[in-house]
């Protein structure tokens, strides 16, 4: 616990805080107030499941995702936090865990780009978040954050439930870099094929509203970053 302030007592404030010295020292009583102390912490979680490697612009949604975290990851080496990552693609999960400073933020970078290569090889399967999100419940540590950078379709029902126990003492946020098809989709149909099945399909910009609806009772915010967005 760090001491926050010592002010005069109010009515309703514990008399087990009473600091005498102050109280001495002006004649009215006075208590200390005290915060935890909470070390800075980011826990990174990128997904590079088949599903956000892809795009129609000048990167795939994935490596959009990954440059994003990594722009968080170093604005936190600056303010002197620890960080730790989690990297989901095919074969599973892949975690760097808490440390800090430079090399801290170099070793994260590296694995996510080896991993992004990994997936980009890979045979086209798509696990669940759900172990990553248990595995970061022991990596980050109450009172820490955490920023999972994924895809509109990233989260699914079944993720929740660890979703929510993640958020329970964590500020837990979801990244989502939207690709320029679902920002701003064209207003003509396209033709959509499966097998011998074809059809034509009108395309709706990505609904960010209800993704944050269906996320709030998770204790659990969103933040969109549109294709333009940089």
Excluded: Y
């Amino acid at each position: 616990m760090d001491l926050r302030e010592i002010r005069t007592f109010a009515e309703g404030d514990d008399a087990r805080r009473i600091d005498p010295s102050a109280t001495a020292r002006t004649g009215i009583a006075h208590i200390r107030t005290f915060h935890e102390d909470r070390d800075d912490t980011l826990l990174l979680i990128v997904d590079f499941r088949p599903p956000m490697l892809w795009g129609t612009g000048a990167s795939l949604r994935s490596v959009r995702a990954a440059r994003l975290a990594a722009r968080r990851g170093w604005k936190a080496v600056l303010r002197g936090a620890s960080l730790a990552a989690i990297s989901v693609n095919e074969e599973g999960v892949a975690a760097v865990p808490l440390a800090g400073g430079v090399p801290q933020m170099v070793r994260i970078s590296h694995m996510l780009a080896s991993r992004h290569d990994r997936a980009l090889r890979g045979a086209g399967g798509a696990p669940s978040l759900e172990e990553a999100l248990v595995r970061a419940a022991r990596l980050s540590p109450p009172g820490g954050d955490v920023l999972i950078a994924t895809g509109p379709d990233g989260l699914a029902p079944e993720d929740e439930p660890a979703l929510a126990r993640l958020a329970r003492r964590r500020q837990v946020r979801v990244l989502l870099p939207l690709d320029m098809i679902e920002t701003a989709p064209p207003e003509c149909a396209l033709p959509i094929q499966a097998g011998a099945l074809a059809c034509l399909a009108q395309l709706r910009p990505f609904d960010r509203a209800a993704l944050a609806q269906r996320l709030r009772p998770l204790n659990v915010s969103l933040e969109v970053v549109d294709h333009d967005a940089g």
